[in-house]
């Protein structure tokens, strides 16, 4: 990241962080401070505005349904691309801001050769080298990041159909769709991962903490980063006392 990016996104991040705070409570570990947070909830507001309109504007059985929330047919045409614009804009200050822990890694090359662990949830603790991300949330990140750029430059020749002609316009369409639907879906498997997959990960995007034990589970580099502890003595300690604790209301 360049000097000139760093200042800008330091100087983002203390403006911000000036108007609000993160009550961090007992055995807990800040995750998101307030600016990741704010990016965040903006990013995924524009989307779903831009989704919502969209699929309005996309068949007549939907038109019916949808376009009254944004005002009738004309008000939804209109508001559909500064909707997309708004995402596009605040991802870009998302890409900004996590650009350095979405870097990646031999590390994320590793995980990836497991990735079939992870999705059937074989093992209860990720390995001991995930830091604040994993490769998972990773390639999740850069595919919405490769997507959001064929949906803009795909949407401008649709938005300014006259400037661009027939053809780059029918090519276009195609091409809107695609990055859509890609997008819909990793949508759907991010809102799974944040809530049912993993519980308490919701956690971190509303109050900006996470349990420590959340934290010695899945991203144990991370915690061992935030701590200067180690995540596996951590959590055999955890299980221990909740053995001794299950043994005693037992006897």
Not at 30 to 51: D, E, G, K, N, Q
Not at 63 to 92: D, E, K, N, V, Y
Not at 183 to 206: D, K, R
């Amino acid at each position: 990241m360049s000097s000139a990016v760093e200042r800008f996104d330091d100087a983002a991040r203390r403006r911000i962080g000036a108007h609000g705070r993160t009550e961090i409570r007992a055995n807990e570990l800040l995750r998101h401070p307030v600016y990741t947070r704010i990016l965040h909830w903006s990013v995924a507001a524009f989307f779903v505005l831009a989704l919502l309109s969209g699929f309005a504007l996309y068949t007549p059985w939907l038109f019916h349904w949808l376009t009254p929330i944004f005002g009738g047919g004309p008000m939804t045409r209109l508001l559909h691309p500064w909707f997309s614009l708004g995402f596009c804009l605040a991802f870009a200050f998302q890409i900004l801001n996590w650009l350095e822990p979405m870097t990646w890694t031999a590390d994320d090359r590793r995980w990836m050769r497991r990735l079939r662990e992870y999705v059937s949830n074989t093992e209860k603790l990720e390995p001991e080298y995930v830091g604040f991300f994993n490769a998972g949330q990773k390639v999740y990140f850069w595919t919405i990041g490769a997507s959001l750029i064929l949906f803009l430059l795909s949407g401008v020749p649709m938005w300014f159909p006259t400037t661009f002609g027939r053809l780059a316009v029918a090519v276009s369409y195609v091409l809107h769709d695609v990055a859509a639907l890609v997008m819909l879906v990793s949508f759907v498997i991010h809102i799974y991962e944040g809530t049912a997959a993993q519980p308490g990960t919701f956690h971190s995007m509303t109050r900006g903490t996470v349990e420590k034990r959340w934290a010695w589970t899945h991203h144990p580099a991370w915690y061992r980063a935030a701590t200067g502890r180690d995540p596996r003595a951590d959590y055999e300690r955890a299980r221990q006392r909740v053995e001794r604790s299950t043994k005693d209301g037992t006897d």
